[in-house]
C-alpha cells in the first residue's frame, strides 16, 4: 500500500490550501487521516474520516479544517482555510484498514508566513 501526499507549499496567515492524498494497492479502508508534525514537536491527529463518513478534528483546527473523501480514487483531501502560523508543519496521510494495519503517507510540508 501506497499512499501519496500533494498540495503543500508556503501561504501568508489567513489563506487557504488543500491537501491531497492519493492510496494505491490492496486494502479495505477503515479510517483515513491527516496527521502534522511541527518543527520539535510530536506528530498530532488533525482529522479523520472513517469509511461511514464520521470525521474527527483536532480542537485546534475544528472550524477551519475540512476532512473529505472521494471513494472511486481512493483519496482524503484536507481543506485548510484560515490558516495559522501555528499550522506550520509536515502534514501526513494516514490510511488504517479493517484489520488495524496502518499506513503512512511521505508527508507535504505546509508553511504559514505572517
Known amino acids: 500500500v501506497q499512499l501519496q501526499a500533494s498540495g503543500g507549499g508556503l501561504v501568508q496567515a489567513g489563506g487557504s490550501l488543500r491537501l491531497s492524498c492519493g492510496a494505491s494497492?490492496?486494502?479495505?479502508?477503515?479510517?483515513l487521516g491527516w496527521y502534522r508534525q511541527a518543527p520539535g514537536k510530536q506528530r498530532e491527529l488533525v482529522a479523520t474520516?472513517?469509511?461511514?463518513?464520521?470525521?474527527l478534528y483536532a480542537d485546534s483546527v475544528k472550524g477551519r479544517f475540512t476532512i473529505s473523501t472521494e471513494n472511486a480514487k481512493n483519496a482524503v483531501y484536507l481543506q485548510m482555510n484560515s490558516l495559522k502560523r501555528e499550522d506550520t508543519a509536515v502534514y501526513y496521510c494516514n490510511l488504517e484498514d479493517v484489520y488495524s494495519q496502518v499506513y503512512w503517507g511521505q508527508g507535504t510540508l505546509v508553511t504559514v508566513s505572517s
Open positions: 474520516i472513517t469509511s461511514g463518513g464520521r470525521t
Open positions: 494497492g490492496s486494502f479495505v479502508i477503515g479510517t
